[in-house]
């Protein structure tokens, strides 16, 4: 005997033949193979046997080998064995990957949901390659619906993929073996469902084949103004304000900054001046925090005076973008005197930010400049040369007073510092004569650093040893500041400080939101101390105060440099 054929059998089949081929077998009707498989034998020639395969007990074993033998009127007739080898799949296998596992004969059978053999299952709905699902993006929507959602994972092209929001399905389409996608459907109101991608067969569900996450169904539409979305409670915390957009979206459909904090919304703090002519031209500033530098804007005034029957609006000329704190106007002629008008913001023609409780005012101009042609002048004009003559004799007379009582005192040379060396160190001064090449280096660097997102600033900051945070916060203050972004700057480092700090670790001495700080405080105010207090303190006589200085004979009489 020489082989047996198939040396592999399914058990799903009870009945079924095992082939034995070897040589020199007698025509006879006594043959039957191994007692073990309960079979029956037929002789179809010399080289040839049939061994009919009843039920085999498998003892509950997923796989099984038995030797198949000759016998010929139950005495053995051959003297080798070979070797026939049983698989079950019918086990309890509840997943794929124990149903491959088990067996390098079994799949999984799509359409019953089970393991099985490729004999009893449709060949397109057998695999032996588990469809698995790792992520799906996003997790939440819009309950208008409509948004499209991305499912990866391996092995994904089997047939009739369905998107199952809860007890809505919507059909996915194969973009690759590795992909879905499926438009999520509109639902009536905000709420969280189950998610999941199963696998259908006209209209019956025959498998699922991802986790189960909670799908959101949002309605961060509903607010218009960053305040109310950024306090918002009922769309699971998903909802935040993109100032890109000024719109209040989930994550995703936010193409820039996006924040959950009203700290990113836009603010109108103040105007000036905050009154002008009737007849309009005043350079005027509008102040605020959080203005973008992409967007077109208009300002719009509104009448309120009583005597108006209705509302007229009017626009400011000539709006720009100052920085990310001011935006410049110029105000219309066609206000009445005294009348108060409140302002708000636009940008691309959508309110942007407003304050109810600011107003700018138009006043009447000088009655000087209201002369009508013809009418004497020189009462008038007398009496203002008058007045004016009074006053400059009044201002040389406190002038010299002035005078005599300083040369009277000792004097007192103030030397006017240099608030940047002040700030930053001497090193800068040597800076500043660097010419040609160096400065384009500079300009270059400067461009980069000055990106709205901050986002080579942000990576600096990130990667700089706490040892070097000294000298990094110095230039980089220094940088922003010389572009009016300065405080843009030390919120950018104080958000990130409070994003990854723990409450007790916060602002620490040594972290570089601190530093910049510090060195933002000085820079800003050196030259402010010093013309508040530098004259003062330079007349102090510190030479008639031992206590004051060790060595107070060395004070020099002739001068004292701050």
């Known amino acids: 005997m020489s082989s047996v054929s198939p040396s592999m059998t399914y058990l799903g089949v009870q009945a079924h033949s095992v082939v034995v081929t070897g040589t020199q077998f007698v025509n006879s009707t006594g043959y039957s193979c191994s007692p073990q498989l309960n079979t029956t034998a037929t002789w179809i020639d010399s080289k040839t046997i049939n061994c009919t395969v009843g039920s085999v007990d498998m003892a509950g074993n997923t796989f099984l080998s038995n030797p198949v033998q000759l016998y010929l009127n139950s005495v053995p007739y051959t003297t080798n064995t070979v070797n026939v080898s049983y698989y079950d799949c019918s086990q309890d296998w509840n997943t794929c990957g124990k149903c491959i ?246 940008a691309n023609g959508t309110v942007y930010a407003e304050n109810l409780n600011l107003a700018y005012t138009f006043v009447a101009p000088n009655p000087l400049q209201q002369v009508v042609s013809g009418t004497n002048i020189a009462p008038i004009v007398g009496g203002v040369i008058g007045g004016l003559v009074l006053i400059i004799i009044l201002v040389i007379v406190i002038v010299v007073i002035m005078w005599r009582r300083r040369v009277a005192r000792e004097r007192v040379t103030v030397v006017v510092p240099k608030y940047d060396v002040i700030s930053y160190g001497n090193w800068l001064e040597a800076q500043y004569e660097k010419k040609g090449k160096w400065s384009e280096k500079t300009q270059l660097l400067e461009e980069l650093l000055l990106d709205q997102e901050m986002t080579l600033v942000v990576a600096m900051g990130n990667i700089t040893q706490t040892t070097e945070t000294d000298p990094l916060s110095r230039a980089l203050v220094f940088v922003m500041e010389s572009h009016n972004m300065g405080l843009n700057l030390i919120h950018t480092f104080v958000d990130l400080e409070v994003g990854k700090s723990k409450p007790s670790t916060l602002f620490r001495n040594n972290s570089i939101a601190t530093k910049m700080f510090k060195f933002y405080s000085r820079m800003v105010g050196s030259e402010y101390l010093f013309n508040t207090l530098g004259r003062f303190i330079a007349e102090l006589d510190f030479s008639s105060r031992k206590d004051y200085s060790k060595d107070h004979n060395q004070s020099s009489n002739t001068g004292f440099n701050i």
């Not at 057998?126 to 499912?151: D, F, H, M, Q």
């Not at 209209?203 to 918002?232: E, H, I, K, M, V």
């Not at 990310?324 to 708000?344: A, L, M």
């Open 101 to 346: 596992s088990s067996s390098a004969q079994c799949g999984w059978c799509i359409t019953s949901g089970g393991c099985s053999d490729i004999s009893v299952c449709p060949s397109a709905w057998w695999t032996r390659e588990c469809p698995v699902i790792n992520a799906t993006y996003p997790l939440s929507t819009s309950k208008s619906g409509g948004a499209e959602i991305t499912i990866s994972g391996i092995n994904l092209d089997v047939p009739s993929p369905v998107c199952q929001f809860g007890n809505e399905s919507v059909n996915a389409t194969q973009l690759d073996e590795d992909t879905i996608v499926c438009a999520a459907p509109a639902v009536g109101q905000i709420s969280q469902v189950p998610f999941s991608v199963v696998y259908m067969l006209d209209s019956r569900t025959l498998q699922t084949y991802s986790p189960t996450y909670n799908f959101a169904f949002t309605d961060c539409a509903s607010y218009t103004t960053c305040g109310g979305c950024s306090t918002d409670v009922i769309n699971f915390n998903l909802c935040g304000w993109c100032p890109y957009t000024f719109t209040c979206s989930a994550r995703f459909e936010c193409p820039g900054r996006w924040g959950q904090r009203t700290e990113l919304c836009p603010t109108v703090t103040g105007i000036r001046p905050s009154f002008g002519s009737t007849e309009g031209g005043e350079i005027t500033e509008i102040f605020g925090t959080n203005f973008l530098p992409d967007f077109e804007y208009t300002v719009e005034l509104q009448m309120t005076t009583s005597s108006k029957r209705a509302s007229t609006i009017t626009y400011g000329l000539d709006v720009k973008w100052l920085n990310s704190t001011r935006i410049q106007f110029t105000t219309p002629g066609g206000g009445s005197d005294k009348e108060e008008v409140t302002f708000r913001l636009l």
